[in-house]
Structures are given as structure tokens and as C-alpha cells.
């Protein structure tokens, strides 16, 4: 079994900068991809950003695009989200998310994080 457990959030002020870590532990024989996700209250959950585990390709929301960056430390298992020029609308509980295969969709997820932009 596989446990994602994400770090890094707070309250930070619009225009800051934060930088999210999900670190993976337990067995996985593959990983295809990592991903983060985030849920406002009211709202469904949002596709934020994802990193393939081999090579570098990376995938971006429309609404993070230009501000947030993923990275990822194979060495580690560990998958960062650095998020800039932080806006209110981007307040949300934040997931980290592992795809084992492509095609399959994510299939294990961590607990979350709360970030909280104040204007």
C-alpha cells in the first residue's frame, strides 16, 4: 500500500509564494505520474498540475499556468507543487496523487493540505 502524505501548506497573503511536498512511502512496483489536485468548499475537485515519473513532461490547470511549477526528487519519492504570485481564488485543499499506469487514472491519494490566500 502506498501512503502520500502532503506538507507545506498555510496561510499566506496574495502575491506570496508557498511551496507544497508530497512525500511517497509504502511498495510501488511503478509509478506512471504524480499529480496535485485542489477542492474549494462548494466546489469540485480541480486538476492543478502533473509530472510524469519517468522523464520530465509536465501538465498544468489553465488557472495555475505560469504561476505554479511542479518538480519532482525520484531519490526521494517526493513530488514538489511551488506555487507563486498566489491569488484568493487559488485557496483550496490540496491533494497530492499518484497514477500507477496510464490510462487508470490516480490511484492512491494523500490527505490534503489547506492553503488559504488572504487578500
Known amino acids: 500500500q502506498v501512503q502520500l502524505v502532503e506538507s507545506g501548506g498555510g496561510l499566506v497573503q496574495a502575491g506570496d509564494s508557498l511551496r507544497l511536498a508530497c512525500a511517497a512511502s509504502?511498495?510501488?512496483?511503478?509509478?506512471?505520474?504524480m499529480g496535485w489536485f485542489r477542492q474549494a468548499p462548494g466546489k469540485e475537485r480541480e486538476f492543478v498540475a502533473e509530472?510524469?515519473?519517468?522523464?520530465?513532461?509536465?501538465y498544468y490547470g489553465d488557472a495555475v499556468k505560469g504561476r505554479f511549477t511542479i518538480s519532482k526528487d525520484n531519490a526521494k519519492n517526493t513530488v514538489y507543487l511551488q506555487m507563486n504570485s498566489l491569488k484568493p481564488e487559488d485557496t483550496a485543499v490540496y491533494y497530492c496523487?499518484?497514477?500507477?499506469?496510464?490510462?487508470?487514472?490516480?490511484?492512491?491519494w494523500g490527505q490534503g493540505t489547506q492553503v488559504t490566500v488572504s487578500s
Open positions: 496523487a499518484e497514477a500507477v499506469d496510464a490510462g487508470t487514472g490516480y490511484n492512491y
Open positions: 509530472i510524469r515519473w519517468s522523464g520530465d513532461s509536465t
Open positions: 509504502g511498495r510501488s512496483f511503478s509509478k506512471y505520474a
